[in-house]
């Protein structure tokens, strides 16, 4: 299956961003669509993108720019909605990916990859995230056939420069001396973005990953408590980081959520109550060696970096 073009959902965001380089680098261009033009100038920057101001959940908008594009890539995701009745998760994950599926059949495209996540379960997922994630990667496998060939992709947390986890971290550490660390026994297994984003590449043109899913993982087990004393140690922070126990972890998220900006959320705490870890790491199976996080994050959180700084401007500019 040659690919020239791909259409991204969700393409200006942290992942979006490095998937559309790392395409280039597969000659490989991409079709970005956005609800602001103006905001993502920035990714017009890559060679061969073509950016696209259109609502994406609107499917004969959709249909329009899945026109003359070899795959669909959905990368739409959400860690917190503006209520808290699951309807901004659903609409997000589920409605979106129903939509997408029937507009790649009404333009003719055959390829669709799918952004879901480790944990994701329809029926036992005890978040909202996860509950519709993993009803919209089911309904993308359900999807599969001869018409429309579909790969899902299960990550742990994705890391990288302006990722949305080791940096949030590191400006939260800045506001207190003092930090109480929600689910400290959580555990993860952070997978570098570029690994995700390889998969991705590798994974589109290759018949013999057509109706997969892969869960993506890094090399190594962590424990929440681990990452954030990591997270204060490579920015230059001394901190008290003190674990909440679970009824004080739910406290903490309840009061949290009502804050503006959701730095935490109830959905988000009922998420950590399950081990985000691969039992088998597909990016083996598509020949990617697993990168560690004490490889990559030390150049973009060390304390006094360029990237470190930069990332501030970005998060200052709502960018």
Known sequence: MHMKRVCILGGSGFIGRHLANRLLEHHVESRVLTRKRERNRHLLVIPGLELVETDIYDRDSLERQFRGVDAVINLVGILN???NDGSGFRRAHVDLTRNTIAACGAAGVGRLLQMSALGADAEKGPSFFQKTKGEAENLAMEAHGKELA????RPSVVFGPGDSFFNRFASLLKMTPVFLLPTPDARFAPVYVND???AFARSLPDRKTFGKRYDLCGPRVYTMRELVKYT???AGMKRIIIGCNDRLSRL???VLQR???KPYSMDNYLSSTVDNVCTHNGLHDLGIHPTAVEAVVPGYLSSGSARMRYNEFRRAARR
């Open 81 to 83: 909605e503006h209520g």
């Open 150 to 153: 579909v790969t899902a992709f």
């Open 196 to 198: 995700v984003t390889e």
């Open 232 to 234: 204060a140690r490579t």
């Open 252 to 254: 903490q998220a309840k």
């Open 259 to 261: 804050i503006p900006g």
